[in-house]
């Protein structure tokens, strides 16, 4: 069977219950095909950088899949006649990553780096290590100025 990574994009006025009991259905919908759901994860209600279908945010699931090609068929086809989808994505991989995926690492390290991370904040900053004037030379006159 192939190994597939799978993103939805569910409508934001849906509640976090409601999406999850679209993931059970689609997680029905590879069983009875033969297939199999490994990690689930819900990246929560993000903001789309542009509208799709009227919607400013959307509730984002990643979904790892092993299932035959004709199980994914019918899950995209049922995605599609559904309103509640917004858009999806499927891709065939060699193997599914272990842990968390990259959304979830970054949204680990931000919440334990702070705001800012090691940057430093404009009042933060100490005015000695911008370089300056003090990293030139002395200044020599140009021409027509007097010495």
């Not at 790892?64 to 499927?90: H, K, V």
Request: net charge neutral.
């Amino acid at each position: 069977m192939a190994l597939y990574e799978h993103v939805f994009l569910a409508r934001q006025d849906l509640s976090q219950q409601q999406v999850d009991e679209l993931v059970e259905r689609f997680k029905g919908i590879i069983s009875e095909g033969g297939g199999s759901i490994g990690r689930v994860e819900n990246w929560g209600l993000k903001s789309l950088t542009y509208r799709v279908k009227k919607n400013r945010k959307a509730y984002y699931t990643l979904m790892d899949l092993t299932c035959p090609p004709a199980a994914l068929n019918e899950m995209e086809r049922q995605m599609g006649l559904s309103e509640d989808i917004l858009r999806f994505m499927t891709i065939k991989v060699e193997q599914h990553e272990e842990g968390a995926s990259a959304m979830m690492q970054k949204r680990e390290e931000r919440s334990e780096r702070g705001n800012f991370g090691d940057r430093p904040r404009f009042g933060d900053r100490d005015r000695g290590d911008r370089g300056g004037d003090r990293d030139r030379g002395p200044r020599r006159p140009r021409e027509g100025e007097g010495e």
